[in-house]
């Protein structure tokens, strides 16, 4: 599933919770945890709707796995210790209402789910992206370290950090990032393309054309690769 698919099934699965469809937000959230098993929500509300159809033991194993994912989710230790009390486990249950109550009465917890984590890191990249637009470099670093802060994984965030510490001439440190999401994604042409360039740039040029030839290695007409490798040849 694409990461549109599965976010789509993400939002219409709450929808159709939200309304009462549990037969239909059960199959999307299925949908959505066969790719992504690491939101406690969704494992809450799964576990919700299998105790609404007296599922109890599936309903406490998406409730525990909610729990696994962060263990102060409130709301899922109460279900949770609901479910343990209509089991009869009522020793266990009592335990979790305790874990509730102290979870309740702390500080709030910190815990994001990935969708959300990958919103805000978007919305703080699009700021990031305003900012160097006006050449307000040093904003636009704040923002996009924002951003990987909550998604480090995200390498088309990682390559806008890269190009905006080129632009600042800090090759060493725009490299580093270049690479680093290279790394994660070898298959991520803008990075190599940027890499390359900043190779170019550090008068690493033996390493820019191997960059640039990894992506013509992907996509022969890969119209910038080979508009940089012509450009190479002209200048040796």
Same mark, same amino acid.
């Given at each position: 599933m694409t990461d549109? @698919?599965?976010? %789509? =099934? !993400? #939002?219409? @699965?709450?929808r159709a919770f939200e309304k009462g469809d549990f037969a239909k937000a059960l199959e999307l959230f299925n949908r959505v945890l066969d790719v992504k098993d690491g939101f406690a929500d969704v494992h809450n509300m799964v576990g919700i709707?299998?105790? =609404? =159809?007296? %599922?109890?033991?599936? *309903?406490?194993? =998406? &409730?525990? %796995? +909610?729990?696994?994912i962060n263990p102060r989710y409130t709301e *899922?230790?109460?279900? $949770? *210790?609901?479910a343990l009390n209509e089991m009869g486990e009522y020793d266990k249950a009592d335990s979790v209402y305790e874990l509730a109550k102290e979870a309740g009465s702390g500080e709030p @917890?910190? !815990?994001?789910?990935? &969708?959300?984590? @990958?919103? $805000? +890191?978007n919305m703080h990249a699009e700021l990031g992206a305003i900012y160097k637009s006006l050449g307000i470099n040093e904003e636009a670093v704040h923002e996009y370290r924002k951003a990987l802060s909550l998604r480090p994984d995200f390498v088309d965030i990682k390559t806008q950090l890269g190009?905006? &510490?080129?632009?600042?001439?800090?090759?060493?440190?725009?490299?580093k990032l270049l #690479? #680093? +999401? +290279?790394?994660?994604n070898p298959r991520y042409t803008p990075a190599r393309i940027q890499l390359g360039l900043t190779y170019y740039l550090m008068g690493e040029k033996e390493r820019a054309k191997a960059e640039w030839l990894?992506?013509?290695?992907?996509d022969p007409d890969h119209r910038l690769a080979n508009m940089y490798l012509n450009l $190479?040849? #002209? %200048?040796?």
């Amino acid at each position: 599933m694409t990461d549109d @698919g599965w976010q %789509r =099934s !993400y #939002e219409d @699965g709450k929808r159709a919770f939200e309304k009462g469809d549990f037969a239909k937000a059960l199959e999307l959230f299925n949908r959505v945890l066969d790719v992504k098993d690491g939101f406690a929500d969704v494992h809450n509300m799964v576990g919700i709707i299998h105790h =609404s =159809s007296n %599922r109890m033991e599936q *309903a406490v194993e =998406s &409730f525990q %796995r +909610a729990l696994d994912i962060n263990p102060r989710y409130t709301e *899922a230790l109460l279900n $949770l *210790a609901v479910a343990l009390n209509e089991m009869g486990e009522y020793d266990k249950a009592d335990s979790v209402y305790e874990l509730a109550k102290e979870a309740g009465s702390g500080e709030p @917890g910190t !815990y994001l789910d990935p &969708f959300v984590k @990958g919103k $805000l +890191a978007n919305m703080h990249a699009e700021l990031g992206a305003i900012y160097k637009s006006l050449g307000i470099n040093e904003e636009a670093v704040h923002e996009y370290r924002k951003a990987l802060s909550l998604r480090p994984d995200f390498v088309d965030i990682k390559t806008q950090l890269g190009v905006v &510490f080129r632009d600042m001439k800090d090759y060493s440190r725009a490299a580093k990032l270049l #690479e #680093e +999401a +290279a790394n994660i994604n070898p298959r991520y042409t803008p990075a190599r393309i940027q890499l390359g360039l900043t190779y170019y740039l550090m008068g690493e040029k033996e390493r820019a054309k191997a960059e640039w030839l990894k992506v013509l290695h992907e996509d022969p007409d890969h119209r910038l690769a080979n508009m940089y490798l012509n450009l $190479l040849k #002209e %200048r040796q």
